[in-house]
C-alpha cells in the first residue's frame, strides 16, 4: 500500500509539473520566445487552419507540412517554423518560395524586398536559431528576413572591404574592417541585430567572438532597388540613435552615394559615383565607386 501511495504521488507530480511546461511554453511563445513545433501546434488550433492552406500561403511543400505536424520531421529548418507562423497567425500569403535542397523558406528573388515578420515580438533566439546561409535582421523586436543580393551587390560589397582594408594596412591602423555575415548588436540589448554590408570599428572592446555589441565607426550600405527604405530609413534612425559616426548609402541604381556623418552634419553630402567621396573615419582614404566597378 505504502509502494502504491508513493506511485500515486510520483504521477500527480509529473503531471503537474507537465502541465505546467506546456502553460509555460505557450506563454512564453506569446510573449516572444522562440517558435517551437509545440507552440506551432497551438496556433494551429487557435487559427482553425488545414494544414493545404498553410501550404498555400506559407509556399511550403503540403507534404512537408504534413511531416512538421505529424512528428516524421523532427528538426525542420527554423527559417519554416517562422514562415508557419507568420501564416497562421496572419493569415495572409507571404512572398517565399521553398528551396529543396536546403529544406528552409527563402524570399523569392524578385521580390528583393526585406520581409517583415509580424506575429510577435522577436529577440536574439530567433536570430541565433536561423540554419547558417539564412539572412535575417532584428530591429526593435521586429525581424526582416533578407533576399540573396546581386552579383553587382556582392561585387561592389567585395571590392569596398578590399580599398578599406588596404588603407587600414597601409597606414598601420587600428581599426578593423568587416562584411556580413557579421552579428551587430547596436544597443548591447536582445532586441536590435543588424547585418551591415560593410563595417569599421576602431574600438576593439566592443568587439566579441560572436560578432560586436555596440556601434560600429563606420557603416557602408549598398542597398538594393526595391528595398531602399530598409536602408535609408529603418537602418539610418538606428544607426544614429546607436552613435554610429559616419554612414554611407551606396546606390548603384542611381549612381550616387549618400553620406551622412554624424558627428559633424557639415560633412555630411551627396555624390556621384564618379567622384571622390573622402573617409570621415580614415584619415586620407578617398574612394571612387566607378573606379571600384570599372573591372565589373
Known amino acids: 500500500m505504502g509502494n502504491d501511495k508513493i506511485n500515486i504521488q510520483i504521477w500527480i507530480f509529473y503531471g503537474l509539473t507537465n502541465s505546467i511546461m506546456r502553460n509555460m511554453i505557450s506563454i ?19 487559427a482553425g487552419m488545414t494544414n493545404a ?11 512537408t507540412v504534413n511531416k512538421i505536424f505529424s512528428g516524421a520531421t523532427q528538426n ?17 500569403k507571404i512572398p517565399f518560395m521553398y528551396n529543396n535542397s536546403t529544406e528552409s523558406s527563402m524570399l523569392l528573388r524578385e521580390e528583393n524586398v526585406a520581409y517583415q515578420y509580424s506575429a510577435r515580438k522577436y529577440d536574439t533566439e ?3 536559431r536561423l540554419d547558417e546561409g539564412d539572412r ?13 543580393p546581386s552579383r553587382k551587390h556582392q561585387f561592389l560589397v567585395s571590392e569596398l572591404l578590399f580599398h578599406i582594408k588596404y588603407h587600414i594596412r597601409s597606414k598601420r591602423g587600428g581599426c578593423h574592417a568587416y562584411t556580413s555575415p557579421f552579428d551587430v548588436r547596436l544597443f548591447q540589448d536582445e532586441r536590435t541585430i543588424v547585418q551591415p554590408d560593410v563595417f569599421v570599428i576602431c574600438n576593439r572592446d566592443i568587439l566579441t567572438d560572436k560578432g560586436c555589441t555596440g556601434a560600429p565607426d563606420w557603416i557602408i550600405e549598398v542597398i538594393s532597388e526595391n528595398n531602399s527604405s530598409h536602408d535609408y530609413v529603418r537602418k539610418l534612425m538606428q544607426y544614429q540613435k546607436a552613435g554610429v559616426r559616419e554612414y554611407w548609402i551606396v546606390d548603384p541604381h542611381q549612381n550616387k552615394v549618400t553620406v551622412l556623418n554624424f558627428e559633424n552634419p557639415n560633412r555630411s553630402n551627396e555624390y556621384g559615383f564618379e567622384d571622390g567621396i573622402p573617409s ?17
Not at 76 to 92: D, F, G, I, N, Q
Not at 136 to 148: F, H, P, T
Open 28 to 46: 512564453q511563445g506569446k510573449e516572444g520566445s522562440c517558435m517551437d513545433i509545440f507552440r506551432l501546434k497551438e496556433l494551429k488550433k487557435e
Open 53 to 63: 492552406e498553410i501550404a498555400e500561403l506559407s509556399g511550403i511543400p503540403l507534404s
Open 76 to 92: 525542420p529548418r527554423y527559417s519554416t517554423l517562422l514562415a508557419m507562423e507568420e501564416v497562421l497567425v496572419t493569415k495572409k
Open 126 to 128: 530567433d536570430i541565433e
Open 136 to 148: 535575417a535582421e532584428l530591429i526593435d523586436g521586429k525581424l526582416y528576413m533578407l533576399s540573396a
Open 280 to 296: 570621415g573615419i580614415l584619415e586620407g582614404l578617398e574612394i571612387r565607386i566607378s573606379d571600384l566597378l570599372s573591372n565589373y
